[in-house]
């Protein structure tokens, strides 16, 4: 599976962004069972959660820190993923990964089998 993540950009705290995040799998299907994973990762920080989505279901998960702010979609005719972003702040600035984890749900980045390239996201005050 490759995914190609996109949308990231300079923005003022409380501004939007959207990110996306494409999945060309070999097989050109995602499986029900598979979940996928935005994280995040601050300069001179570990690379933490973020969202989440079940691709089949489409159920959805989010880190307290962005809950209520980021929403998460995807859209399974395009093999894509979104990362809504509103109400951004200071502290949201860093380089956002979508990832797969073929076995489920998973909130840790070991977990994941399948990563996209990254992109920045900055958030000024």
């Known amino acids: 599976v490759q995914l190609q993540a996109s949308g990231g950009g300079l923005a003022q705290a409380g501004d939007s962004l959207r990110l996306s995040c494409a999945a060309s799998?070999?097989?050109?299907?995602?499986?029900?069972?598979?979940?996928v994973g935005w994280f995040r990762q601050a300069p001179g920080k570990e690379r933490e959660f973020v969202a989440a989505?079940?691709?089949?279901?489409?159920?959805?998960y989010y880190a307290d820190s962005v809950k209520g702010r980021f929403a998460i979609s995807r859209d399974s005719a395009k093999n894509t993923v979104y990362l809504q972003m509103n109400s951004l702040k200071t502290e949201d600035t860093a380089v956002y990964y979508c990832?797969?984890?073929?076995?489920?749900?998973?909130?840790?980045?070991?977990?994941?089998?399948?990563w996209g390239q990254g992109t920045q996201v900055t958030v000024s005050s």
């Open positions: 989505i079940r691709w089949g279901v489409g159920r959805t």
């Open positions: 799998a070999a097989s050109g299907r995602m499986f029900s069972s598979w979940v």
């Open positions: 990832a797969v984890n073929r076995n489920g749900l998973s909130y840790a980045e070991v977990e994941y089998n399948y």
